[in-house]
Structures are given as structure tokens and as C-alpha cells.
């Protein structure tokens, strides 16, 4: 059952009323990270029927920053990265973790060269657990042809990520879900 979901208002004019096949034109695309019960953190990508891409992060910034350190929901690459040539993406989770990482801009990067929104995913998730294997972590991406994809690092309490994607032909965000790896 698909939760409800909030769009930021702002963004409401770039969604509403045009329809989306996904893996094809025409867009709009919005994909929205929620994937904890209770949560106060959230990441979205937009593509615009332009191409235009867009991504964003919020973050409750608490729980498991260290002290006096810049959150990495508005560090470019670490909690969002866009480009309009390749595509958009977003992270959640552990933030000191995704600031030594910049999961969002090599998302981006994958997409850019030739990999597939989810694949993309993977490999993010991959390269953080070379290194952090107990991270706790997810990313969403999108291209600009209207693709998209999700993958999160696998923990005994936190084994399948749920994401919403908007499509306007069903006038609602549809819930999608993605095992952990």
C-alpha cells in the first residue's frame, strides 16, 4: 500500500498534469526517498519534461551528526546532485558516512557514463561498502530519458527500501520497493 506523500510545494508546478511511462518520454519524473517509519529526512529528483533536472535533501541533522559538523544534505554530491545532461540523484543515511563519499555525484556520474539509474545505484552502494560495511545508507536516481533506480546497504534491521515515484496516470505516488544488497 502506497504511503502518503508530500511534495514540497515548490515543486508541484513541475509535476502536475503530464503523463509518465517510466523508462521513456514523455516526463515528468519525481522520485522521492521515505524509507523510515517516523522519518524527518527526505530526498527527491525531478526530471522535467524539458530534460531539466533537479534534486533535493532534507535532514533532521541530529542523530548521527558529530558536533559541529555541516550536515550533508547541502553539501553538493553528499545528500543531492543534478545535472541536466545525465540525470538527478538523492541520499539518506548515515551523513558523515555519505560526505566522505559523495554518493549523489557519482550516481550521476555512472548514469553519465552509460550505466542505468539502478546499476548506478549499486555501484554507489558497492563502493561505499568496500569500505563501510555496516553504513547505514540508501540512494534514489533518475536520467533524463526517465529512468530510475534505487539500492541500499544491507543491516539486520534494514533490508528493503521503500521509495515513491510519481506518475501522474495514476494521480498518485506509487510506493516501489528495492531489497537491500
Same mark, same amino acid.
Given at each position: 500500500?502506497?504511503?502518503?506523500?508530500?511534495?514540497?510545494?515548490?515543486?508541484?508546478?513541475?509535476?502536475?498534469?503530464?503523463?509518465?511511462?517510466?523508462?521513456?518520454?514523455?516526463?515528468?519524473?519525481?522520485? =522521492?526517498?521515505?524509507? #523510515? %517509519?517516523?522519518?524527518?529526512?527526505? *530526498?527527491?529528483?525531478? @526530471?522535467?519534461?524539458? !530534460?531539466?533536472? +533537479?534534486?533535493?535533501?532534507?535532514? =533532521?541533522?541530529?542523530? #548521527? %551528526?558529530?558536533?559541529?559538523?555541516? *550536515?550533508?544534505?547541502? @553539501?553538493?554530491?553528499? !545528500?543531492?546532485? +543534478?545535472?541536466?545532461?545525465?540525470?538527478?540523484?538523492?541520499?539518506?543515511?548515515?551523513?558523515?558516512?555519505?560526505?566522505?563519499?559523495?554518493?549523489?555525484?557519482?550516481?550521476?556520474?555512472?548514469?553519465?557514463?552509460?550505466?542505468?539509474?539502478?546499476?548506478?545505484?549499486?555501484?554507489?552502494?558497492?563502493?561505499?561498502?568496500?569500505?563501510?560495511?555496516?553504513?547505514?545508507?540508501?540512494?534514489?536516481?533518475?536520467?533524463?530519458?526517465?529512468?530510475?533506480?534505487?539500492?541500499?546497504?544491507?543491516?539486520?534491521?534494514?533490508?528493503?527500501?521503500?521509495?515513491?515515484?510519481?506518475?501522474?496516470?495514476?494521480?498518485?505516488?506509487?510506493?516501489?520497493?528495492?531489497?537491500?544488497?
Amino acid at each position: 500500500m502506497a504511503r502518503k506523500w508530500n511534495l514540497p510545494f515548490l515543486l508541484l508546478p513541475l509535476v502536475l498534469g503530464i503523463p509518465l511511462v517510466r523508462g521513456s518520454n514523455p516526463l515528468p519524473l519525481v522520485v =522521492n526517498t521515505w524509507p #523510515f %517509519k517516523n522519518a524527518t529526512e527526505a *530526498g527527491m529528483v525531478v @526530471i522535467h519534461k524539458t !530534460g531539466h533536472t +533537479a534534486a533535493g535533501t532534507s535532514t =533532521n541533522g541530529l542523530k #548521527f %551528526k558529530i558536533p559541529g559538523r555541516v *550536515g550533508d544534505s547541502p @553539501i553538493p554530491g553528499a !545528500g543531492a546532485y +543534478a545535472d541536466d545532461m545525465a540525470g538527478a540523484a538523492a541520499a539518506t543515511g548515515d551523513g558523515d558516512t555519505l560526505l566522505r563519499f559523495l554518493p549523489s555525484y557519482q550516481a550521476v556520474e555512472y548514469m553519465r557514463g552509460g550505466d542505468d539509474p539502478a546499476r548506478a545505484c549499486q555501484k554507489v552502494i558497492s563502493r561505499i561498502q568496500k569500505y563501510y560495511p555496516k553504513f547505514f545508507g540508501a540512494v534514489i536516481c533518475a536520467n533524463v530519458t526517465g529512468s530510475y533506480g534505487a539500492a541500499c546497504n544491507r543491516l539486520p534491521t534494514f533490508t528493503q527500501f521503500s521509495f515513491m515515484v510519481y506518475n501522474s496516470l495514476h494521480n498518485q505516488a506509487i510506493e516501489e520497493k528495492v531489497d537491500c544488497m
